[in-house]
Structures are given as C-alpha cells and as structure tokens.
Nanobody
Framework: EVNLAESGGGLVQPGGSLTLSCAGS????????FSWVRQAPGKGLEWVSG?????????VYADSVKGRFTIGRDNAVKTLYLQLNNLQPEDTAIYYC????????RGQGTQVTVSS
C-alpha cells in the first residue's frame, strides 16, 4: 500500500522560500515516479512538477513554476522534496505529493500560504 505524508508548508512573504517534504512508506519507493500537485482555494488540482523513478534523472515542471521550484528525491530515506523559491501569492495552495499527475495516492497535503 502506498502511503505518502507531506510536510513543510507554512506562511511566507512574497519572494520567500520553503522546502516541502513527502515521506513514503509501505511500498518500493525507488521504483515509483512522483508528482507534486496543488489545489488553490476554490480550484481543482493542478500538476506542478514530476520526477522519474530510480535516480530521478528526468524532472519536469509546469510553466507557472519553472525556474522557481526544484523537485528532488532521496531514495535512501524514501523522501520526495520540492524546493519553492521566489514564492508569489498565486502559489498559495495545499500541496500534495502523488504517484501521478492527477494526484493518485496523494497524502493529506501541506498548506502553503504566500502573503504579506
């Protein structure tokens, strides 16, 4: 059974940074590709970034976050990361890690709020 648990969200001012983590358990973490998706207030799920299985050599980003967000993984500790830089108010959302772009197997999410 795939279990994912996100953490690291918080309140940050525009231009600030956060690092989100996603701990995996109950499955062969290294064999899965992952995505980060987010849900802004009143909106549907939006795919943000994805990383390939194994060493994670392939990383892709939505145009809205390209150049500001960085995805990574550490298979030794079964953790997925998302570094968020130069955050803007429109990045305010609940962020989820998932095993595909549509949010399958996502955890409970972590809230990111960008506000002055």
């Amino acid at each position: 059974e795939v279990n994912l648990a996100e953490s690291g969200g918080g309140l940050v001012q525009p231009g600030g940074s956060l690092t989100l983590s996603c701990a995996g358990s109950g499955f062969a973490f290294e064999t899965y590709s992952f995505s980060w998706v987010r849900q802004a207030p009143g909106k549907g799920l939006e795919w943000v970034s994805g990383i390939s299985s194994g060493s994670g050599g392939k990383r892709v980003y939505a145009d809205s976050v390209k150049g500001r967000f960085t995805i990574g993984r550490d298979n030794a500790v079964k953790t997925l990361y998302l570094q968020l830089n130069n955050l803007q108010p429109e990045d305010t959302a609940i962020y989820y890690c998932a095993t595909d772009r549509i949010g399958t197997n996502r955890g409970q999410g972590t809230q990111v709020t960008v506000s002055s």
